[in-house]
């Protein structure tokens, strides 16, 4: 008897510790910039950098930007007019947000390799009716005007994932763009 209540105890005491290493908090800090001009403008990054970040972040949107079987749907999630026709390299047609901006993490301050910019780059998307942002992968990155942009460390370590075309039935069992993050998930 005394044994089976010592192996409770070990497995909740595990339990607590595993509990206790998880954050909700985002740790990875970064700036969002709309256009290259606007980065240029900035001192975060070097002038070169600016350029190709933002060339990479269009690039993996075409990859990874949410996508939705038709303009409505898409409406729904991100706003009006908020959406675009698109086309995929397998020609599938869908339509997709338009990025609210780039998510260029810290790591950039320094960066020289067209990899560190490929992987410290996430196109950000708001969420219709609120004013918070998050990566195609669902990695909360901030809310508009709060001047503060931070994210997970997953969200630019983890490669984005190509886009599968969302249906009506995918979005409601999803919950919406975002719900994900909002809810404490951190990433997909």
Same mark, same amino acid.
């Given at each position: 008897?005394?044994?089976?209540?010592?192996?409770?105890?070990?497995?909740?005491?595990?339990?607590?510790?595993?509990?206790?290493?998880?954050?909700?908090?985002?740790?990875?800090?970064?700036?969002?910039?709309?256009?290259?001009?606007?980065?240029?403008?900035?001192?975060?990054?070097?002038?070169?950098?600016?350029?190709?970040?933002?060339?990479?972040?269009?690039?993996?949107?075409?990859?990874?930007?949410?996508?939705?079987?038709?303009?409505?749907?898409?409406?729904?999630?991100?706003?009006?007019?908020?959406?675009?026709?698109?086309?995929?390299?397998?020609?599938?047609?869908?339509?997709?947000?338009?990025?609210?901006?780039?998510?260029?993490?810290?790591?950039?301050?320094?960066?020289?390799?067209? +990899?560190?910019? +490929?992987?410290?780059?996430?196109?950000?998307?708001?969420?219709?009716?609120?004013?918070?942002?998050?990566?195609?992968?669902?990695?909360?990155?901030?809310?508009?005007?709060?001047?503060?942009?931070?994210?997970?460390?997953?969200?630019?370590?983890?490669?984005?994932?190509?886009? +599968?075309? +969302?249906?009506?039935?995918?979005?409601?069992?999803?919950?919406?763009?975002?719900?994900?993050?909002?809810?404490?998930?951190?990433?997909?």
């Amino acid at each position: 008897m005394k044994r089976s209540k010592s192996i409770k105890l070990m497995v909740m005491a595990t339990t607590t510790v595993t509990i206790a290493g998880c954050s909700d908090e985002p740790t990875l800090d970064g700036k969002v910039y709309k256009t290259e001009a606007e980065c240029v403008a900035d001192s975060y990054v070097p002038d070169e950098v600016c350029v190709e970040a933002i060339t990479a972040g269009k690039a993996i949107h075409k990859v990874s930007g949410p996508r939705y079987e038709n303009v409505q749907l898409c409406n729904e999630q991100h706003g009006n007019n908020a959406c675009a026709y698109d086309t995929a390299s397998d020609g599938t047609s869908y339509y997709t947000p338009f990025p609210a901006g780039y998510f260029l993490a810290g790591a950039l301050t320094g960066a020289v390799t067209n +990899q560190l910019i +490929q992987s410290n780059v996430r196109p950000i998307y708001s969420e219709r009716g609120s004013t918070r942002y998050y990566t195609s992968g669902g990695y909360y990155v901030g809310s508009y005007g709060g001047g503060s942009w931070r994210t997970y460390d997953d969200a630019v370590k983890t490669p984005p994932k190509p886009a +599968q075309v +969302q249906t009506r039935t995918s979005v409601a069992s999803r919950g919406g763009f975002g719900s994900r993050s909002s809810s404490g998930f951190r990433g997909g």
